[in-house]
Structure formats: C-alpha cells, structure tokens
C-alpha cells in the first residue's frame, strides 16, 4: 500500500519508519523492473503474431501457395495468430480499464456449472495438443452465484490456460462444490509448480515467474492479475498453493447470495 502515512511519535517508531521506507523502496523497485519486463514482453508479443500474420497473408495474396493442404495450414495459423493477438488486446485493454477503475459488471445470476463447462470446452485442444488430461468434477445443484458472466468466464479461462501451460504432462482438474458461505472452485494441475517466495507476487500486475521460464511459455503477466481483481470486484477472493515441481491449485470462492431469492432459483431447477 504505496498510500500508507506514517506518523513517528517515539525513536523506537524510527526503526520502524526505516524499515517500511526500505520495505516501500524495494517494491518501487521491483514494480519499475516488471514494468519494464512487461513493456519488452508486450513488444516482442505483439510483433510475433503479426510477423505471422503478415507473412502468411502475403504467401496468399503472391499465390505462392499451390496445394489446397497448404492453403488452409496457412489459413488455420492466420486465424490462430489473430485469436492471440485477440487475447493480448483484450488483456491491455481491461487492465488500462482497471487502472482507471472504470470497469462496470453486469451482474446476473451464475450457473457457474454451466460456466465451467463452457471454459473447460474452450481449452480441450490446448489440453489435447499437450497430452494433458482435462478432468472435471462439478457437482451438481451448487447454488447459483452473483456475477458478471464475461469477467468469470474469462477468470475460468485464465486459469485453467496457466494449468496447461504450466504443466509438461499430467492432468488439470477442475473442482466445483458449495459449502454453507460460499460456492468452490478449486483449479489443480501436476505441472512445474511455483517457487514458495514467488507466490506473494504472482498477482501482482506483470509480474512473471523468472524471465527465461515466461519466455519458454509464452503468456503476458497479465492473466492472474486480471483473476485477482475480477473474483474480488464480485466479492470474492482467490487463494493458491503450490509446491515446485509438484503442481500448483487456485482455489476461487465465490459467496452465496443472501436472500432475494438467490439460492431457492437453483434448487428449483433441479
Ligand atoms: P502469464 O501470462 O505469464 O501466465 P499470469 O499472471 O497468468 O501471467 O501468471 C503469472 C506467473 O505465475 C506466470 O508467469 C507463471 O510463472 C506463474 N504461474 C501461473 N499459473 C501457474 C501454474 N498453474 N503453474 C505454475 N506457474 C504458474
């Protein structure tokens, strides 16, 4: 909290005024390091799609391509390089949003079932492409939850893409159940895991785990920050645990709706 006034009122509160000043240096620190990342990443993703896009669409347009196979490998690259180039926007965009703070949820009762299903669809060929397994354990009749549908459809996906990029095998589960406050979304993977000291700063915008990994995996640094702030913008929070080399969960705990009727709609439809 870079806003925090402190007030001295003994020497003993001087030990402590120097270490919050060192404490606030070191983060000044290390948000100017992973802002510059962020700008050298942002350049060189952007540039790789559309060196893509631009040499594939010119092979077309000079007829250099004479198979029909050829064509529509080309094609097919011309549209994935889009769809990342998509992503990318979206994600400047709505973290430019967030720093202003002007997003606005449209709030509608969640089948976040339903939601899940939709996301865990969405990534079954990144899974399938990797040999990962993509194992979903939804319960079924968890009451529906209040939220805005986009923002939670684009946190599932968000986590369940790091899932498979962060994993070289295994198997992703996706975890849906309820207790008495809230309704549970636990998010595992076997995968390369995150270092204990690095897990304070995952959420933090830009941030990437080590330089060379982000590069191998590509991604933006941009994906749990925008989790973070989402689930929280709805009321409710995100935790994760991970142990290196083993696999990592992010568990997002949505609460139940008091009242109004929330809770009754989804035992009605079963
Ligand atoms: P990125 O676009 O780099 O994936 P994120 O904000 O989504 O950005 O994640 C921040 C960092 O946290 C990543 O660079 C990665 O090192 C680490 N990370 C996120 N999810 C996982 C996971 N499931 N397993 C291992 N590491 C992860």
Known sequence: NLGTRLT????????????AINDLAARLQRYRDSRQAFFSTISHELRTPVTYLKGYAKALNDGLVDSDNERKQYLSIIYQESIRLEHLIRDLFDLSKMEEGQIKLDIELLDLKELMETALQKVKLKAEEKK???????TDGVPLVSGDRKRTEQILLNLLENAIRYSERGMVVARLASDKQNVVIAISDNGIGIPKEELPYIFERFYRVEKSRAREYGGTGLGLSIVKKYIELQGGTVKVESQLG??????????????QGKDERSYEKK
């Open 246 to 259: 083993a696999g990592t969960t992010f568990t997002l705990l949505f609460p139940r709706g008091k009242g």
């Open 132 to 138: 990962i397994r993509v194992q979903a354990e939804l």
């Open 8 to 19: 001295v009122k003994s020497r003993d509160e001087i030990g402590a005024l120097g270490r």
